[in-house]
């Protein structure tokens, strides 16, 4: 199948309600937010949130694991060490981190924490709002709608494909590191965003054909992190997305 034919398959064919998701699983894990309280039941509630939205495709989830588990296992084979992901960026990807690190210093020129210390829970959720805004045309992204609001306490937030828009969970502002992580995930949201425009857009966003191929497979087998850390982590959406915010994050902190 073409590459052209392709895209149209995913324009059209497709209208599920699929989200991608931000796990805070990940965060305690690298000791990220620590600060940050969550329930002992936060598990089970995103567990339960993922299952829904797995029905669906379980049956091309098994045929995408054993893809993903043979990349990792060649990883294992080389000696790789699997804890971050094992991103090669193509030059769009450079340039857009780059473009990210930029309009951080502009909105925060003196650091985020310490922008974030001074604000309030409102002016922070603000802060949140115009931030994203300003990345959505820096990501080149026509989002629909940004809301900040208490979702799920397992999840930081998510973009939604059907609606073309970014949820932002509130829970997080009430400390400035969590408020500081949440600038990071609109980075994260912002960047499904953008992969999503490019392949099912005329505009590639600078992305190579193979690379938008390979993210057009993954949309359609997108594996939630209920199907472990590991897979999760590894499919190509979300290694590029946890890419650019570590990169961005990297760069702005020069
Ligand atoms: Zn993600």
């Known amino acids: 199948m073409g590459f052209q034919s392709l895209k149209e398959k995913i324009k059209h064919g497709i209208n599920k309600t699929w989200t991608t998701i931000k796990e805070i699983g990940l965060k305690v894990k690298s000791g990220v937010v620590s600060a940050v309280k969550w329930t002992v039941d936060a598990g089970t509630r995103i567990v339960d ?6 029905q669906a495709w379980n049956a091309r989830l098994e045929e995408h694991k054993k893809e993903i588990a043979g990349r990792i296992e060649q990883e294992k084979y080389k000696g790789k060490v699997i804890e971050r992901p094992q991103h090669r960026p193509e030059k769009a ?14 909105c925060f020129p003196n650091g985020i924490a310490e922008s974030m210390r001074h604000k309030t829970l409102e002016e ?26 208490n979702i799920h306490a397992a999840v930081f937030g998510y973009y939604e494909r059907n609606t073309n828009s970014l949820r932002i969970n509130k829970l997080f502002l009430k400390e400035e590191l969590g408020a500081e992580e949440q600038i990071y995930t609109v980075i994260h949201e912002l960047t499904h965003a953008q992969q999503w ?11 190579s054909n193979s690379l938008l191929n390979e993210w057009s497979y993954n949309f359609e087998h997108y594996i939630p992190i209920a199907e472990g850390d590991e897979f999760y982590r590894k499919q190509p959406v979300e290694e590029a997305a946890f890419w650019m915010e570590q990169e961005s994050k990297k760069l702005y902190n020069k």
Do not use: W
């Open 197 to 207: 425009h490019a392949v099912s857009t005329e505009n590639a966003h600078g992305y």
């Open 49 to 54: 949130y993922v299952k829904e939205r797995t």
């Open 124 to 149: 922070r959720e603000d802060a949140i709002m115009e931030f994203a805004q300003k990345g959505a045309k820096v990501f080149n992204v026509p989002i629909s709608n940004v809301r900040v609001e």
């Open 93 to 106: 990807e450079i340039a857009q981190a780059q473009n990210c690190a930029n309009l951080l210093r502009q």
